[in-house]
């Protein structure tokens, strides 16, 4: 036999050892492979499912857009209905302001056993003539706020325009007109433009006197007077000041107070020496 040297039988062993693990690696190598493979079916059952979905999304598409249009017709009653609900409030409110102005400058709830007067005649507070006056008053007085001051006179000159119109038969003739003309005399004389306020005054003034009856009581037109009284005697014009004011005590004896006053006691004292 030959002699085989030690070197040579281990390489000999070395290999016997590498061929005899070939197949584990082999096997290994197998079952990751197939793992791979489930991987990627896995994966393609997911592209089919995501494609059938895709493919049937159209129709539901559709029913979604039907049912957003519909939601949407939904929410736009219900806003339209609540901003008809919050006009109808304001409206409402504003009426409620506009009495409860009208009815505080009238005095109506203090001078109610004076023959109705400054409440507008027999109108009450809940009838239309006297709401749409209520109305436009507080629309004067809210122009006045706002500082539009020739609107708020333009209103209130047209309201003793429709006023001088009416040919109602009332408890005092002068109740309604008498509350516009104080309001207008009073603006102008605030604005600064007296002669205005002037011719104002004296236009009613001719109306009150004019058209009253002898005997008659009517504190409407008195408290018009006497503003009168007050702005002449202002615009020292003091004789005509106590003779509108002793007019406006003829209308109404509660007056008499004015013609006590210093300013109107001096003129008068005057008046009586010469």
Not at 107 to 133: C, H, I, P, W, Y
């Amino acid at each position: 036999m030959r002699n085989t040297s030690p070197n040579k039988n281990n390489n000999i062993r070395r290999r016997l050892k590498m061929h005899n693990k070939r197949p584990m690696l082999s096997s290994i190598s197998l079952c990751g492979l197939m793992m791979m493979m489930m991987s990627i079916a896995m994966i393609a059952s997911s592209l089919m499912i995501q494609g059938c979905a895709a493919f049937s999304a159209p129709s539901h598409h559709f029913h979604h857009q039907h049912h957003s249009d519909h939601d949407k017709s939904s929410l736009a009653n219900l806003m339209e209905g609540c901003s008809e609900s919050t006009r109808s409030k304001e409206r409402r409110d504003w009426i409620q302001r506009s009495v409860s102005y009208y009815t505080k400058i009238t005095r109506q709830a203090n001078r109610r056993k004076k023959s109705r007067v400054l409440s507008g005649g027999g109108d009450g507070m809940d009838s239309e003539t006297f709401q749409v006056l209520a109305k436009q008053h507080y629309f004067a007085y809210r122009k006045i706020k706002d500082g539009k001051h020739k609107h708020a006179e333009v209103l209130y000159r047209r309201i003793i325009d429709n006023l001088l119109q009416e040919d109602e038969e009332e408890a005092c003739d002068h109740a309604k007109l008498a509350v516009t003309t104080l309001l207008l005399a009073l603006h102008l004389q605030r604005m600064g433009d007296l002669r205005s306020t002037r011719m104002v005054f004296h236009r009613f003034f001719r109306l009150a006197v004019a058209e009253r009856n002898e005997g008659e009581e009517c504190a409407c037109s008195a408290k018009v007077l006497g503003a009168y009284a007050l702005f002449e005697m202002k615009q020292g014009n003091g004789k005509k000041a106590v003779w509108l004011a002793e007019t406006a005590t003829s209308f109404d004896n509660d007056l008499k107070k004015i013609l006590q006053w210093k300013q109107f006691r001096e003129v008068a004292d005057k008046r009586a020496r010469r």
